[in-house]
């Protein structure tokens, strides 16, 4: 097969493969996986996992390394401390101990036929300590479960499950030496890690600023996509020249990147690359699993699948309970956790690379961590069934997870209820709040949510389609319910949860076009609005007019936004659908909330650092709650958030000026 015929079918596989996965509601790294499988050696042999694509697929994880070192945060850290380094940390060591234990066991009970060392074990029980990031925190966000209690815990065992890959990647090929010279291998590692990262990282830093400036001033796109490339692979091939992984250089470079102004727009570029080639990397990890396993050794599968689902599950369960989480959060973080994740293919691989681990538990092991991650999807679907089987006492944990938007709402009535924060959804509270009308947003994305919410906007993270979260949020006292966001299945389930439980609310309905205009007036909506710009102005003037205001102020208004039409792409929160080429470089608000050593910290708003840069201060939300105007004289404190509108580029530079000086 020619190497372009390869590429089409490569190509072709990726795109049935993820096709039929996202029909499915199910993350695309299972359409790579299945592809893998179904074109490899050991089903239809159409390809053969070579040398070369093998190669190719490295590059997918060193792009993944990257994005993990470029979105380090030590604020996200520091915030989320006492679940990455409380929960996080114990759930790693204590993961790799009992899966160390359990290995060495079983090895010993097969008679020896794995003739498995210590060393083995230990990497190995790494290995199956991770869990997958993608599938996990894709399927919470759907479900809406970022911010619950079980989803906070969640998310502070994958961070710290990312950050603890870096040491792995250290660890696994110095035991991979030979016994006697073990000890030697493992000291000289750890001695060129610690040399490289505290080089690359004490210097590194500025030479990569004054490096990334040097080319933006360039103002070539191509000339910066360039450099990130070089940048990238650049390090990766130095830690691989000093003996150390090419993943290792890879987070190195994207954590110098973070430290400049450069990280939002290094991100947005990025991530192409990153998806592509992790994709390639995962069709090449389904190309490695010969099904024939299953049916052959179908016991040692199942064994290698089921144990460590329940060993991972009883200790996270019993470490959550020892830090004093309530059993059914407990059990249910452990459920979203259970699996192998992607790092584990790339360790596995690592493991084999050195000669860690015999071929002939290669191929069960692999099929295990596929067929876990295959089952997450239906554990996680199916967790409150479990949880309330085993947990008789979880109904009272099913409350908590409106708890945050029934608070926030306990005291409002009359309001506009806004289902979608996003462009037009923002545009229209911001009318709303001109008019003094009461308005609640829930939202999805838990970014947008956060930098919203920091601003003082009254907006909670929230799946609009969930009885639950519209009546916490005041569906039987709304005064009109709007749907911002471009999903007619969704909007459908909002109207009938409307029309059922509040038959009397006005609905106010945005859609693309007109082509689902019968089907939602069907269903119980008030009025439907067509798209964009004019669409989202028309929204905002039937809320106001079914809210009692006036037309002709209706009017008045939404000629004045029409008026500054090319001004209404500006001033947006930023979220994860807002990623078009288009709208990558437009400008967007930020929050950014001081830390205890902020270099503002103690300034008055009129000498911040942000004359000739691009960056303007919308205003200010003080720690106290109260909101401040950019001429504001009172001194800046911990704690308190500025609201700032400029480019990604801008931004960055701004948010280092101001907490670095």
Same mark, same amino acid.
């Given at each position: 097969?020619?190497?372009? +015929?390869?590429?089409?079918?490569?190509?072709? +596989?990726?795109?049935?493969?993820?096709?039929?996965?996202?029909?499915?509601?199910?993350?695309?790294?299972?359409?790579?996986? +299945?592809?893998?499988? #179904?074109?490899?050696?050991?089903?239809?042999?159409?390809?053969?996992?070579?040398?070369?694509?093998?190669?190719?697929?490295?590059?997918?994880?060193?792009?993944?390394?990257?994005?993990?070192?470029?979105?380090?945060?030590?604020?996200?850290?520091?915030?989320?401390?006492?679940?990455?380094?409380?929960?996080?940390?114990?759930?790693?060591?204590?993961?790799?101990?009992?899966?160390?234990?359990?290995?060495?066991?079983?090895?010993?009970?097969?008679?020896?036929?794995?003739?498995?060392?210590?060393?083995?074990?230990?990497?190995?029980?790494?290995?199956?300590?991770?869990? %997958?990031?993608?599938?996990?925190?894709?399927?919470?966000?759907?479900?809406?479960?970022?911010?619950?209690?079980?989803?906070?815990?969640?998310?502070?065992?994958?961070?710290?499950?990312?950050?603890?890959?870096?040491?792995?990647?250290?660890?696994?090929?110095?035991?991979?030496?030979?016994?006697?010279?073990?000890?030697?291998?493992?000291?000289?590692?750890?001695?060129?890690?610690?040399?490289?990262?505290?080089?690359? &990282?004490?210097?590194?830093?500025?030479?990569?600023?004054?490096? $990334?400036?040097?080319?933006?001033?360039?103002?070539?796109?191509?000339?910066?996509?360039?450099?990130?490339?070089?940048?990238?692979?650049?390090?990766?091939?130095?830690?691989?020249?000093?003996?150390?992984?090419?993943?290792?250089?890879?987070?190195? +470079?994207?954590? #110098?990147?973070?430290?400049?102004?450069?990280?939002?727009?290094?991100?947005?570029?990025?991530?192409?690359?990153?998806?592509?080639?992790?994709?390639?990397?995962?069709?090449?990890?389904?190309?490695?699993?010969?099904?024939?396993? &299953?049916?052959?050794?179908?016991?040692?599968?199942?064994?290698?699948?089921?144990?460590?689902?329940?060993?991972?599950?009883?200790?996270?369960?019993?470490?959550?309970?020892?830090?004093?989480?309530?059993?059914?959060?407990?059990?249910?973080?452990?459920?979203?956790?259970?699996?192998?994740?992607? !790092?584990? !293919?790339?360790?596995?691989?690592?493991?084999?690379?050195?000669?860690?681990?015999?071929?002939?538990?290669?191929?069960?092991?692999?099929?295990?961590?596929?067929? %876990?991650?295959?089952?997450?999807?239906?554990?996680?679907?199916? %967790?409150?069934?479990?949880?309330?089987?085993?947990?008789?006492?979880?109904?009272?944990?099913?409350?908590?997870?409106?708890?945050?938007?029934?608070?926030?709402?306990?005291?409002?009535?009359?309001?506009?209820?806004?289902?979608?924060?996003?462009?037009?959804?923002?545009?229209?509270?911001?009318?709303?709040?001109?008019?003094?009308?009461?308005?609640?947003?829930?939202?999805?994305?838990?970014?947008?949510?956060?930098?919203?919410?920091?601003?003082?906007?009254?907006?909670? !993270?929230?799946?609009?389609?969930?009885?639950?979260?519209?009546?916490?949020?005041?569906?039987?006292?709304?005064?009109?319910?709007?749907?911002?966001?471009?999903?007619?299945?969704?909007?459908?389930?909002?109207?009938?949860?409307? @029309?059922?439980?509040?038959?009397?609310?006005?609905?106010?309905?945005?859609?693309?076009?007109?082509?689902?205009?019968?089907?939602?007036?069907?269903?119980?909506?008030?009025?439907?609005?067509?798209?964009?710009?004019?669409?989202?102005?028309?929204?905002?003037?039937?809320?106001?007019? #079914? &809210?009692?205001?006036?037309?002709?102020?209706? #009017? @008045?208004?939404?000629?004045?936004?029409?008026?500054?039409?090319?001004? $209404?792409?500006?001033?947006?929160?930023?979220?994860?659908?807002?990623?078009?080429?288009?709208?990558?470089?437009?400008?967007?608000?930020? %929050?950014?909330?001081?830390?205890?050593?902020?270099?503002?910290?103690?300034?008055?708003?009129?000498?911040?650092?942000?004359?000739?840069?691009?960056?303007?201060?919308?205003?200010?939300?003080?720690?106290?709650?109260?909101?401040?105007?950019?001429?504001?004289?009172?001194? $800046?404190?911990?704690?308190?958030?500025?609201?700032?509108?400029?480019?990604?580029?801008?931004?960055?530079?701004?948010?280092?000026?101001?907490?670095?000086?």
């Amino acid at each position: 097969m020619s190497s372009l +015929a390869l590429t089409l079918l490569y190509l072709l +596989a990726a795109v049935l493969g993820v096709v039929a996965c996202r029909s499915l509601r199910l993350p695309p790294m299972m359409g790579y996986l +299945a592809a893998g499988i #179904l074109i490899g050696p050991h089903a239809l042999a159409l390809t053969q996992n070579s040398e070369g694509v093998r190669h190719l697929g490295e590059f997918g994880v060193v792009f993944l390394m990257f994005t993990i070192g470029l979105e380090f945060n030590l604020p996200k850290l520091r915030a989320m401390r006492r679940h990455v380094f409380g929960l996080g940390l114990l759930q790693v060591l204590a993961c790799m101990a009992a899966f160390s234990a359990w290995l060495l066991l079983l090895a010993r009970l097969t008679g020896g036929v794995w003739d498995m060392g210590w060393q083995t074990a230990l990497a190995l029980g790494g290995t199956l300590a991770m869990s %997958s990031t993608a599938i996990v925190v894709k399927l919470m966000s759907e479900r809406g479960e970022l911010e619950s209690e079980h989803g906070r815990r969640v998310l502070g065992i994958l961070l710290f499950q990312d950050l603890a890959v870096v040491p792995l990647l250290v660890l696994v090929p110095a035991l991979g030496s030979e016994p006697e010279q073990l000890l030697t291998a493992l000291a000289v590692a750890l001695l060129k890690a610690t040399v490289l990262v505290a080089v690359l &990282l004490v210097g590194g830093q500025r030479v990569m600023r004054w490096w $990334l400036t040097q080319v933006a001033r360039r103002k070539s796109d191509e000339l910066f996509m360039l450099n990130l490339l070089l940048v990238t692979l650049g390090l990766a091939w130095l830690t691989e020249l000093a003996g150390l992984s090419l993943a290792l250089g890879a987070f190195i +470079a994207g954590v #110098l990147v973070s430290e400049t102004e450069y990280r939002h727009q290094v991100g947005t570029d990025i991530r192409p690359f990153h998806d592509v080639l992790l994709g390639l990397f995962f069709i090449t990890v389904g190309m490695m699993l010969d099904w024939h396993v &299953l049916v052959e050794r179908w016991s040692l599968v199942l064994v290698l699948l089921a144990a460590p689902l329940l060993i991972k599950t009883a200790i996270i369960v019993a470490l959550a309970r020892g830090l004093g989480t309530t059993t059914g959060v407990s059990l249910r973080t452990a459920l979203y956790v259970a699996q192998a994740g992607e !790092f584990s !293919f790339v360790l596995l691989s690592l493991m084999q690379v050195h000669g860690l681990l015999q071929p002939a538990l290669m191929n069960p092991v692999l099929a295990a961590m596929v067929l %876990s991650m295959l089952a997450t999807p239906f554990l996680i679907q199916y %967790s409150n069934r479990i949880v309330m089987k085993l947990v008789a006492s979880d109904w009272l944990q099913q409350s908590l997870q409106v708890t945050t938007i029934a608070r926030q709402a306990i005291n409002t009535s009359g309001h506009v209820l806004i289902c979608g924060y996003g462009r037009s959804g923002q545009n229209l509270a911001r009318m709303l709040e001109r008019e003094g009308i009461a308005y609640m947003a829930l939202d999805l994305d838990p970014d947008r949510v956060r930098q919203a919410a920091a601003a003082g906007n009254s907006v909670v !993270f929230g799946d609009a389609t969930r009885l639950q979260a519209l009546k916490a949020a005041g569906l039987a006292r709304a005064a009109a319910l709007v749907v911002t966001y471009l999903d007619t299945p969704a909007a459908l389930k909002v109207i009938h949860h409307a @029309r059922t439980h509040a038959p009397q609310l006005p609905v106010v309905v945005r859609t693309q076009d007109d082509s689902q205009l019968e089907k939602l007036q069907e269903a119980g909506a008030t009025e439907v609005v067509p798209e964009a710009i004019e669409g989202s102005l028309m929204l905002a003037s039937h809320a106001l007019a #079914l &809210l009692g205001v006036p037309m002709r102020r209706v #009017l @008045r208004l939404v000629q004045d936004q029409r008026d500054a039409r090319y001004g $209404l792409l500006r001033g947006y929160f930023h979220g994860a659908d807002d990623d078009t080429p288009s709208e990558r470089d437009q400008e967007r608000l930020y %929050s950014l909330s001081l830390p205890a050593g902020a270099a503002v910290v103690g300034k008055p708003l009129a000498d911040l650092p942000l004359h000739g840069i691009g960056v303007r201060l919308v205003n200010v939300r003080r720690a106290s709650g109260a909101m401040s105007p950019p001429d504001d004289r009172t001194p $800046l404190a911990e704690g308190d958030t500025l609201v700032l509108s400029g480019h990604p580029t801008a931004l960055g530079l701004a948010e280092e000026k101001l907490l670095r000086g």
